[in-house]
T-cell receptor, first 114, second 108 residues
């Protein structure tokens, strides 16, 4: 257990439905990241928050994806109008930024879109 | 762009040594991480290198050559529990770019 928690751990949904995932980072960590991982691949960067500010959003993140970190603590990732290609593991990570920005990963939310 | 290459699979015997190579070409570099990931679980931190040379941490060691864009992870005295995927990741400012991972299978 790294101290980063994610909810739910698994989500099965039908194509076209909206889903929302939650991430609770390690409490003193000001940096929060979302990654997506598909089978046989490494995680791919989606977006990054420093405190409540979203500082970067990958081109992988279409307009159907939105992430928030309203009070600089927990974060949510919403996918609207899900597609089968969205099926993946969604990983959240957090870090302090120093001394070398080690990122601690949560257990992930596995999304299956039918 | 980012290009990070590592072998797809490796197999070794319990008690042996395995070396996982990683080569990278990235637009920026602030260090290289190795993570271990068991099936269905989160990646967990193994090592970090930012300067050239070898970092040793118990049974695991990691080496970096920045001029060659090359790193390796050395796993000694392999145990069955070391069967996992090993991910090489390059840090560029705050963002990690990962290789596809090397699946290591340890056989008795």
């Amino acid at each position: 257990d790294t101290g980063v928690s994610q909810d739910p751990r698994h989500k099965i949904t039908k194509r076209g439905q909206n889903v929302t995932f939650r991430c609770d980072p390690i409490s003193e960590h000001n940096r929060l990241y979302w990654y997506r991982q598909t089978l046989g691949q490494g995680p791919e960067f989606l977006t990054y928050f420093q405190n409540e500010a979203q500082l970067e959003k990958s081109r992988l993140l279409s307009d159907r994806f939105s992430a928030e970190r309203p009070k600089g603590s927990f974060s949510t990732l919403e996918i609207q109008r899900t597609e089968q290609g969205d099926s993946a593991m969604y990983l959240c990570a957090s870090s302090l930024g120093t001394p070398y920005n080690e990122q601690f990963f949560g257990p992930g939310t596995r999304l299956t879109v039918l | 762009g980012q290009n990070i290459d590592q072998p797809t699979e490796m197999t070794a015997t319990e008690g042996a040594i395995v070396q996982i190579n990683c080569t990278y070409q990235t637009s920026g570099f602030n260090g290289l991480f190795w993570y271990q990931q068991h099936a269905g679980e989160a990646p967990t931190f193994l090592s970090y290198n930012v300067l050239d040379g070898l970092e040793e941490k118990g049974r695991f060691s990691s080496f970096l050559s920045r001029s060659k864009g090359y790193s390796y992870l050395l796993l000694k005295e392999l145990q069955m529990k070391d069967s996992a995927s090993y991910l090489c990741a390059v840090l560029n400012d705050y963002k990690l770019s990962f290789g596809a991972g090397t699946t290591v299978t340890v056989r008795a």
